[in-house]
């Protein structure tokens, strides 16, 4: 692993390079070599590019919530390379963000609706299920303070449902869902606020946590047999591909990961194996699927092995390993 280590310090991003030192190496924030490349970060223009997006939050009304050139995507990336609300340039789109919360607690974005939803057409400031990426962004950027923000998680823990989460909506939307049963779990919804809910660590055992891993777990376990909200495992499903945004096998395990209860599950240990087999000769990681919008950066090229997926991956095993250390730790301990 050292070998692949130093590849990763030697990439010239610095994003994974502030992260390779933080996540893996475990160094200190206040450490200099970590505050290097994560000023670097912040200067660079990929990184400017992303964070003048936010700030013309809401950019336009979007269509679809997959849509990988949306700003909400610019802020879940910033956030994933560790840019904070308090950061040079954050404070417009932040509160361009904030200002927009329905009545149940939940940020609204703005959406071109269509007839079908409650018979409102047009564009509209509204929520559904799936905008639940702004509340990770927000919380992983350092908000969770913020009453707005305890606002919104308050809403997401309060429509957790035995069997997990399922398609919801602003009550403006009246009785819309999604394209599967009402009673059913929608797998991208339990990803989205699984991630929020992975950044408060005293919500890592909750109830909530484990009816939404289960309801993940349970549907890999029935992959090929059942789909749910149209969404289903199959070769797609397997690709590796970044940013997370949508239900496919390294946005569902790295959010899984979070969770030390389901470490040792067959199911999310075979998870954790189907990306991990797809490592080349030299132990790295090359996307392939790729988001068009992303076009130029690493982990959207499908010919050349990425370091911030690579990162992505070994994460996700750092964070077995260091359970597991933990586990055999207290067991002397006890």
Same mark, same amino acid.
């Given at each position: 692993m050292d070998k692949q280590i130093q590849w990763l310090l030697n990439s010239a991003e610095p994003w994974t390079r502030y992260r390779t030192l933080a996540d893996l190496?475990?160094?200190?924030?206040?450490?200099?070599?970590?505050?290097?490349?994560?000023?670097?970060?912040?200067?660079?223009?990929?990184?400017? *590019?992303?964070?003048?997006?936010? &700030? =013309?939050? #809401? !950019?336009?009304?979007?269509?679809?919530?997959?849509?990988?050139? %949306?700003?909400?995507?610019?802020?879940?990336?910033? *956030?994933?390379?560790?840019?904070? &609300? =308090?950061? #040079? !340039?954050?404070?417009?789109?932040?509160?361009?963000?904030?200002? %927009?919360?329905?009545?149940?607690?939940?940020?609204?974005?703005?959406?071109?609706?269509?007839?079908?939803f409650a018979g409102i057409d047009g564009e509209h400031w509204t929520w559904m299920a799936c905008d639940a990426p702004i509340l990770y962004a927000l919380l992983a950027m350092g908000l969770a303070e913020d009453q707005r923000v305890q606002r919104a998680l308050d809403c997401v823990l309060g429509t957790v449902?035995?069997?997990?989460?399922?398609?919801?909506?602003?009550?403006?939307?009246?009785?819309?869902?999604?394209?599967?049963?009402?009673?059913?779990?929608?797998?991208?919804?339990?990803?989205?606020?699984?991630?929020?809910?992975?950044?408060?660590?005293?919500?890592?055992?909750?109830?909530?946590?484990?009816?939404?891993?289960?309801?993940?777990?349970?549907?890999?376990?029935?992959?090929?047999?059942?789909?749910?909200?149209?969404?289903?495992?199959?070769?797609?499903?397997?690709?590796?591909?970044?940013?997370?945004?949508?239900?496919d096998i390294l946005h569902a395990t790295d959010v899984l990961s979070h969770f030390p209860f389901v470490h040792d599950d067959p199911r999310f240990l075979e998870m954790v194996s189907t990306i991990t087999g797809q490592a080349d000769a030299d132990g790295r990681y090359t996307a392939n699927s790729m988001y068009m919008a992303w076009k130029g950066w690493s982990f959207a090229n499908k010919k050349e092995p990425s370091p911030w997926l690579t990162l992505l991956v070994y994460r996700i095993q750092n964070r077995l390993k260091t359970q597991k250390q933990k586990s055999v730790q207290q067991g002397r301990i006890s």
């Open positions: 190496l475990e160094y200190p924030e206040d450490d200099p070599e970590v505050q290097d490349n994560r000023q670097e970060m912040l200067g660079h223009p990929k990184v400017q *590019a992303l964070i003048a997006k936010t &700030a =013309d939050w #809401p !950019g336009y009304a979007i269509k679809r919530h997959n849509d990988a050139k %949306h700003p909400v995507y610019a802020l879940t990336t910033l *956030a994933d390379f560790g840019v904070r &609300a =308090d950061d #040079p !340039g954050m404070t417009p789109g932040i509160e361009a963000v904030l200002a %927009h919360q329905s009545p149940e607690g939940m940020f609204e974005t703005y959406t071109h609706l269509y007839k079908r449902q035995i069997n997990g989460w399922r398609c919801n909506a602003s009550r403006m939307l009246g009785n819309f869902k999604g394209p599967g049963p009402r009673e059913a779990p929608c797998p991208v919804v339990n990803v989205l606020n699984l991630r929020a809910i992975s950044t408060i660590p005293h919500l890592i055992n909750s109830e909530a946590a484990r009816n939404g891993t289960e309801m993940l777990l349970k549907h890999w376990g029935q992959r090929g047999q059942i789909k749910h909200f149209l969404f289903g495992i199959g070769t797609d499903f397997r690709k590796l591909k970044y940013p997370l945004i949508w239900y």
